[in-house]
């Protein structure tokens, strides 16, 4: 079974200053993707950012980057230059494929909080 | 619209009643998806559907649990003689291999604004 943990319930942040959330996971998978996503009091879940486990190469989207360690088996979430609008609760998320393709498992979320 | 819709947005029932939660995906994914999130938690996986396949329904807590899928359109969710302890909220997902937002061999989900369901 996979398992995703993210052992930082809550963070904050300055406004403009950088702030990176952990997760690490577990898959006896070769092949998986791992995602990033937001979700505002809204309660709408937004993808801010994926990998794939097989691409060496950190995913970046624009203020929002990764730290991916395969062997480590670790997916951290770096957001530069905070904005209000970036706080929210985020989770990360894999699909480990084969038989549990399309099954995202999800860590237990980490509330941001940005500070003025 | 462009997205995922829900509905109803918000349901309260009491102890022992019958709901149905509805999904409308993005139009032309063959994958849907449903979830329950708990207050606080992360998201459980319940049930998927892809095309014509036969349902994963491995992550449905108990056979009150049901859902169809009608081709790879609408999706209801049912839960029958519901309990105190099915309070959540119930969120829908789509995806495609062919992503409509332009992003090819994604298998990225898209997800709905949920139902949060109140058992009283």
């Known amino acids: 079974a996979q398992t995703v943990t993210q052992s930082q319930p809550e963070m904050s942040v300055q406004e403009a200053e950088t702030v990176t959330l952990s997760c690490t996971y577990d898959?006896?998978?070769?092949?998986?993707?791992l995602f990033w996503y937001k979700q505002p009091p809204s309660r709408q879940m937004i993808l801010v950012i994926r990998q794939e486990a097989y691409k060496q190469q950190n995913a970046t989207e624009n203020r929002f980057s990764v730290n991916f360690q395969k062997a480590a088996k670790s997916f951290s979430l770096k957001i530069s230059d905070s904005q209000l609008g970036d706080a929210a609760m985020y989770f990360c998320a894999s699909d480990a494929g084969g038989t549990s393709y399309g099954k995202l498992t999800f860590g237990q979320g980490t509330i941001l909080t940005v500070h003025p | 619209g462009a997205g995922v819709s829900q509905s109803p947005s918000n349901k309260v029932t009491e102890k022992g009643k019958d709901v149905e939660l509805r999904c409308d995906p993005i139009s032309g994914h063959t994958a849907l998806y449903w979830y329950r999130q708990r207050l606080g938690q992360g998201l459980e996986f319940l049930i998927y559907f892809q095309g014509n396949s036969a349902p994963d329904k491995s992550g449905l807590p108990s056979d009150r649990f049901s859902a169809e899928r009608t081709g790879e359109s609408v999706s209801t969710l049912t839960i029958q003689r519901t309990q105190q302890e099915d309070s959540a909220v119930y969120l829908c997902?789509?995806?495609?291999?062919?992503?409509?937002?332009?992003?090819?061999?994604?298998?990225?989900?898209?997800f709905g604004p949920g139902t949060r369901l109140t058992v009283l």
């Open positions: 898959t006896s998978e070769s092949d998986y993707y």
């Open positions: 997902a789509s995806s495609s291999p062919e992503d409509a937002f332009g992003i090819m061999g994604t298998d990225t989900q898209y």
